[in-house]
């Protein structure tokens, strides 16, 4: 089971992700555009396919992560935020949105049914019923719960285990790990996909309480992965979960650091 990787196999993914959404989703409609930005775009990283593509290399593992990522853009993007007053999703008004949001999610069952693997289809099916639940459960709660570090931690990292235990499991599925390495592998999935999730929350706000408890829990998450990521390298000679987790650890901690306040060390004579 001894696999070699190669050191750039994040940009590998990453192309192979731009490749895949371009031969699947053709529609050049300004809505489903302006969604894909979010995920083609180089501030934004597809860590599902990263997760996907790191537990197993071939072009299937770069599909099933790419239609993941296609989920999470059509739930949490999209049909999540058909009440927004501002943004994207106001100007075009929730007809448009709904609409870009259901051709992106049948784009990523297209890229499903091209890794012809019943076990990875049922897996991502469930996840993505589970996923919808809990973003129907959000629609219409308190918005004041975002200044509330606890409720808005619990809240992230709810949302985003659905798919991110998806992602880790449809790779172990794909790569062919026998349990309880496939459990490994979801909690590695699940732990390094809602650590990016909570940092990406962190950096769309202002210095708070809240930022210093998303960005925290963060690099728990992400020391989390790296501790499951280093299981499955001893198992089965696998690095790339083990480089992909420590890349995001060192973006984490470059963050936080950034985001501490400077200490002066002058004295006065």
Do not use: W
Not at 69 to 89: K, R, Y
Not at 215 to 240: F, K, P, S, Y
């Amino acid at each position: 089971m001894t696999d070699t990787h190669s050191m750039n196999f994040p940009e590998t993914v990453i192309a192979g992700v731009h490749a895949a959404v371009a031969s699947t989703l053709t529609c050049e409609a300004v809505p489903v555009r302006g969604a894909l930005r979010l995920l083609l775009s180089g501030q934004h990283t597809p860590i599902r396919a990263l997760v996907t593509g790191s537990l197993h290399a071939g072009q299937p593992g770069i599909d099933a992560g790419t239609a993941l990522d296609l989920i999470h853009i059509s739930l949490q993007q999209l049909h999540a935020h058909v009440d927004a007053t501002i943004g994207a999703s106001a100007l075009l008004g929730n007809a448009a949105t709904v609409l870009a949001g259901d051709y992106l999610t049948t784009g990523a069952f297209r890229l499903l049914v091209r890794c012809a693997d019943l076990q990875v289809l049922a897996l991502v099916s469930e996840a993505v019923n589970r996923a919808s639940e809990l973003e129907a459960a959000q629609l219409g709660r308190d918005p004041d719960a975002r200044d509330d570090p606890s409720r808005l931690l619990q809240t992230r990292q709810q949302l985003a285990a659905p798919l991110g235990e998806a992602a880790g499991a449809t790779g172990a599925t794909l790569a062919g790990y026998p349990e309880p390495l496939a459990g490994t592998a979801r909690r590695y999935g699940q732990y390094l996909v809602s650590s990016h999730v909570l940092q990406q929350e962190a950096d769309a706000m202002d210095i708070s309480e809240a930022r210093t408890a998303l960005q925290d829990a963060a690099l728990d998450l992400c020391r989390q992965a790296t501790r499951e990521a280093r299981a499955i390298a001893a198992a089965t000679g696998n690095g790339r979960p083990l480089e992909l987790a420590e890349l995001i650890a060192a973006s984490l901690g470059a963050k936080a650091s950034a985001c501490k306040p400077k200490i002066s060390t002058s004295t006065s004579s």
